[in-house]
């Protein structure tokens, strides 16, 4: 499968919208509510900081920390550089494993919907950049039974006609998110101190704009895999362009202490 950086890549400039900027956003100011009451942090890493909308938010809640910004996609980065709100940030290029963790740790890791797209050496690898003490916080798309919303109904059915098309074909092989037990065996050494279920709930006026949010967010290439086109297309012909729908995001939220 080819790798998340790719996806976003693609999709930069769209990614940089109103529309998600809300969204991720209000999940990136829930990640550091919720940091500082745990970390004064004089160092912080926002890790797959994407178009720069997570670092804002850092910069506003921790005005006097130190920020530094990686991400492995150059065009969301590029876009990450010309926000004028964050311009003390220093972006690094790059992906996880390179690091350079033997010169800098940090108190406070940020990984606002990132952390589902590493892989298990890249999550230790933050696991290691953290100080004594340091505390690592993350929104990440959580595995649960599916919300009754006409959305994630569609992404169900998109599911049985891709496996009745390919009978061999696994549905879940994609990046599609995370369950609770598996972030905290992917961590060892860190300390779980809190996880919350949370659901986001969006309206979307006409059926093409849904597609094209489940598109840019990585979610027809995350769970469908090497089948997004095909997945692409099915929900295409099984709505109707100008039909409202909503659908709801469930999302983990966590922190963890380094011992
Ligand atoms: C959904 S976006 C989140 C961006 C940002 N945190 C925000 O709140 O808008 C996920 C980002 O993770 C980045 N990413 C994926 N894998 C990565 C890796 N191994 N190392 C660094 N960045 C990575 C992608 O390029 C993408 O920009």
Redesign the pocket.
């Given at each position: 499968m080819a790798?998340?950086?790719l996806h976003?890549?693609q999709v930069a400039s769209s990614?940089d919208q109103p529309r998600?900027h809300f969204f991720?956003?209000h999940?990136?100011e829930k990640l550091c509510i919720l940091a500082k009451e745990h970390v004064q942090p004089e160092s912080i890493l926002?890790?797959?900081?994407?178009?720069g909308?997570?670092t804002v938010e850092i910069v506003k809640y921790f005005p006097g920390a130190e920020v530094t910004a990686?991400?492995?996609?150059p065009s969301?980065l590029e876009l990450a550089r010309k926000k004028e709100d964050i311009r003390t940030v220093t972006f690094c290029y790059?992906?996880?494993?390179n690091l350079p963790i033997s010169e800098k740790r940090f108190d406070l890791i940020i990984?606002?919907?990132?952390y589902h797209?590493?892989?298990p050496g890249?999550r230790l690898v933050l696991r290691d950049a953290l100080k004594e003490n340091g505390v690592l916080v993350m929104s990440f798309p959580l595995i649960m039974p599916f919300p009754k919303k006409e959305g994630n109904s569609l992404l169900l059915t998109i599911f049985r006609r891709l496996k009745e098309m390919q009978p061999a074909w696994h549905p879940f092989r994609g990046t599609r998110g995370l369950n609770w037990n598996e972030v905290v065996r992917g961590l060892p050494g860190l300390v779980p101190i809190r996880f919350e279920r949370y659901c986001m709930e969006e309206r979307f006026r006409r059926a093409s704009d849904f597609l094209e949010v489940l598109r840019v967010?990585?979610v027809f290439f995350g769970f469908f895999g090497n089948k997004a086109t095909a997945a692409e297309n099915i929900a295409r012909a099984l709505l109707q362009k100008g039909e409202a729908i909503s659908y709801a995001w469930p999302i983990g939220i966590a922190i963890f202490r380094r011992r």
């Open positions: 790798e998340a950086f976003y890549d990614y998600h991720y956003g999940l990136a926002d890790v797959g900081c994407g178009t909308i997570s990686l991400d492995r996609s969301m790059g992906q996880t494993k990984a606002n919907m990132s797209w590493l892989s890249d967010r990585g």
